[in-house]
């Protein structure tokens, strides 16, 4: 996969180096070189540079696929702990729930003796 932006051509590729390497600082700002060097900065030899539109491809078919298979499953599964943490509101709404009042007995409020009059 390659395309021309400006005066350079842009292509996908995959790099193979040594495991105890790592890649040069380019010239271009955020940009590596394939110079692979070792923890020294030694240079140890050049990456292998392989078409990255094949390996691309595959990665997005694979993510496709799987997302085929797994999407059901996870449908399923987030049905689920909707209806569990439904059930669980419900559970806990009824138990916080007011329970109705019942009167026993009515008892009018006692009332003050009226002023007796006294004789003199």
């Given at each position: 996969?390659?395309?021309n932006w400006g005066d350079s051509i842009w292509e996908l590729m995959?790099?193979?180096?040594?495991?105890d390497t790592h890649f040069s600082q380019?010239?271009?700002?955020?940009?590596k070189s394939p110079l692979a060097r070792d923890d020294d900065n030694t240079l140890n030899t050049h990456a292998v540079l392989f078409d990255g539109t094949k390996t691309a491809l595959a990665i997005a078919?694979?993510?496709f696929a799987l997302g085929v298979v797994v999407a059901p499953h996870v449908k399923s599964g987030l049905i689920s702990l909707k209806s569990k943490?439904?059930?669980?509101?419900?559970?806990?709404?009824?138990a916080e729930a007011p329970l109705p009042?019942?009167?026993?007995a009515e008892v009018e409020p006692e009332?003050?003796?009226?002023?007796?009059?006294?004789?003199?």
């Open positions: 996969m390659e395309f995959l790099t193979k180096r040594p495991s380019s010239s271009t700002p955020g940009g078919g694979t993510c943490l439904r059930r669980r509101a419900e559970k806990t709404g009824d009042l019942t009167v026993v009332q003050p003796d009226p002023p007796r009059l006294r004789a003199v």
